[in-house]
C-alpha cells in the first residue's frame, strides 16, 4: 500500500556531476502514521519499499519514466543501546 506521494513541479536543467537537492513535498495519511507507529511498537524496526518514477522530458522524443526501487529494514536504538 502506498503511505506517502509527492509530486514536485519541474525544476529546469540539472548540471551533470554536479549534486542537485530537489525538496519533494510528500502527503501522509493520519491513519497510516498510526499504523506504522503499531509496527515499530512491535518490533521496533520499519520495513519499508521505496518505488520512484523518475520522469524526464527529452526534446523530440518526449516523456522518460526512469523506475527506481530499494527495500529494507531500519532498525531504531532501543534504550539498551544508550546503556
Not at 3 to 22: E, H, Q, R, Y
Not at 24 to 44: C, E, H, R, T
Request: hydrophobic content about 40%; proline content about 7%; cysteine-free.
Amino acid at each position: 500500500r502506498t503511505i506517502a506521494s509527492g509530486t514536485i513541479p519541474d525544476p529546469g536543467s540539472l548540471v551533470g556531476n554536479k549534486t542537485t537537492v530537489l525538496d519533494v513535498p510528500v502527503k501522509v495519511a493520519y491513519s497510516i502514521a498510526v499504523s506504522l507507529m503499531k509496527d515499530i511498537g512491535s518490533d521496533w524496526d520499519i520495513d519499508y519499499q521505496l518505488d520512484i518514477g523518475l520522469t524526464f522530458d527529452i526534446p523530440v522524443v518526449g516523456d522518460i519514466t526512469i523506475p527506481v526501487s530499494t527495500q529494507g529494514e531500519i532498525k531504531l536504538p532501543s534504550l539498551r543501546d544508550f546503556f
